[in-house]
């Protein structure tokens, strides 16, 4: 029975069990833990084939497998799986030169718009809080924003991280470039919490833990959070330096206050015109005060005089004359109504720097069993030299300088392969957000270095990326499979094929929108309205939320633990939890929701109507328009045939019979799927 409390103790005195202690010289010979090198270009036969240093990698794989890439793509499926790269929404227009698209949609406000719902994923975007209290995170827009806006000027991915994580810190030149800064910290705030934990001490340190799994995960490839409670059972990460990491968030405030519902701290970020306007309100509500108090002055003066006393009544207003109530009430009125409507001062979800602070171990990650030392902050022994950070800041600038450094092994990694995935459907580490010991190894170890080792040296631009990925050989190959690679290589780990992939719950929205002619590309800004800090839903409560606008599917609120129907059909990915590879799932609601869903009827009405406005037209003709415009292709003599036999037969109804054909046709797998 004693055998517990020696344990304890044990633990106690020295913050760690021997039992648990790691190697961390042994961990450090991981692969990923490795310094990142530029590998040579390997020998390829068919030396014709690539198009760039990427396909070298490729092809010299397939070669060693006794295995050909596939043709290449035809351009009009090259021309769309480009579009929905890039942009998320379906070509139009005749075929273009392939690098000159490239740099012209990139440079469209909607490649930001596309890229950054990928980011969204990765750092647990959402509108709402979820968990026990759902409030809504009414601000969280502006990071959204913020980060469209650093896709489309292809802001560095070094500098991308560190303002997210330590924008607070950095030096600002204007008031703009602070504004930015300040919101770029919601990164670390966005996650779920349990805003009515009683324990005060546990609701912080659940914060903190959230903050570093999402900071391991999105940024490192590390289950850092699995650290919290013991030494990490796979990875050389012992519980001191999860402790170490804590110290840093413990030393950042998070929360305005921890009082049941509890509340999370925005950022300033008023604008000087903003800012004086509210001055302008204020001085104006004091302006009508002192008249106000200027106005009674002179009542009671008067009523001293009219009762000839020199002391006024306990209640002097009632007293006053009629004539002096009603100007007193119409004061006020017009006080209450100037103090009923203040300009906004405009703020944003994020952290700033709190008390310096450094934390014990403890035990089984319990506050109320702390060790007896102190972990001094700093960053995981295995990637680091494990020196203790120094001065009263809270050592998020230096962790973030840390992770965006060249010399760490693992950021540049584990963010090219986020991009291949994107293009891919698989990255070349299948498990994106885990480059551990239980993580999958890479697929072409050589081509994940030499990526990484391009993108530093490419100033971690991530439309140079794109790029360089869209124009290899690799990525414009067709998804036909010969015999022999469906027997040797059946799941495309060697890339002998592009894969075929469905669009995405984003994009099967959007393009639908705009196909029927009804998206709004307005870009930035909010389309739902609600109080900050207050509740959308729980279990007790309706969720009033609405999704019927034309904006883009990115604009459109998430929120935890209700997300929208048509988001949890098509695979959109849990917005409590980092995500860098969404599931890719075939249910029979989706085929449902194509049939039913008052959007599709929406959109493809719209389309029937469209069709139907040139009267001059034939059916034949106008089944070539739609067939142009839903599959960027002309039918087949027989396909016009079949469509115009359907038209004649379906309904009495022209527009009817129009609006299903449009319907079956963005129902088919050639308008779903990407070739």
Known sequence: MKLPLIITAAFLAGGLWAAEKIDLAKGREHWAFQPVTRPALPAVKAKAWPENGLDHFILARLEKAGLQPAPAASARDLQRRIHYA???????????????????????????????????????????????????????????????????????????????????????????????????????SLGPKVLAEPDKVKMEMDIIDEQIDTLGKSLLGLTLGCARCHDHKFDPIPTADYYALAGIFKSTKTMESLKTIAKWHENPVATPAEKQLRAKHDALV?????????????????????????????????????????????????????????????????????????????????????????????????????????????????????????????TARVMVNRVWRWHFGRGLVATTDNFGFQGEPPSHPELLDWLAWWFMDNGWSIKKLNTLILTSATYQMSTTASPAALKADPNNVLLSRAPLRRLEAEPLRDSLLELAGLLDKKVGGYVWTFENYKLVFNHTSEDATTYESNRRALYLPVIRNHVYDLFELFDFPDPGTVNGSRADSTIAPQALYLMNSPLVLRATEAMAKDLLKEKKLTNAQRAEQLYAKIYHRAPTAKETERAVAFINNFAQDREASWQALAQALVASNEFLYLK
């Open 286 to 410: 004091a302006a009508q005060k002192k008249v106000i108090s200027a106005f009674t002055d002179k009542a009671n003066a008067q009523l001293l005089v009219s009762l000839k006393v020199e002391k006024l009544p306990a209640k002097p207003e009632e007293k006053y004359p009629k004539p002096t109530k009603d100007e007193l009430t119409k004061l006020r009125a017009a006080l209450k109504q100037i103090e009923a409507n203040p300009p906004l001062l405009p703020s944003a979800m994020g952290v700033m720097d709190g008390n310096t602070t450094e934390l014990p171990v403890f035990m089984r990650g319990d506050h109320n069993t702390p060790a007896k030392d102190k972990q001094q902050r700093r960053f995981p022994q295995v990637l680091s030299n494990g020196k203790p950070l120094t001065g009263d800041a809270s050592g998020r600038l230096a962790l973030a300088k840390w992770i965006a450094d060249k010399k760490n092994p693992l």
């Open 86 to 188: 890039l942009t998320g929404l379906p070509p139009s227009g005749k075929i273009e030169n392939t690098e000159s698209l490239i740099t012209k949609l990139l440079a469209t406000p909607q490649y930001g718009e596309r890229w950054a719902r990928h980011w969204l994923d990765v750092v647990r975007y959402a509108d709402s809080n979820g968990l026990d209290e759902n409030a809504a995170h009414a601000n969280a827009w502006r990071y959204r924003d913020y980060v469209v806006a650093a896709f489309n000027a292809d802001k560095p991915y070094d500098q991308f991280l560190i303002e997210q994580i330590a924008g607070d810190r950095m030096t600002a030149e204007d008031e703009a470039r602070r504004r930015e800064l300040f919101i770029a910290t919601g990164y670390l």
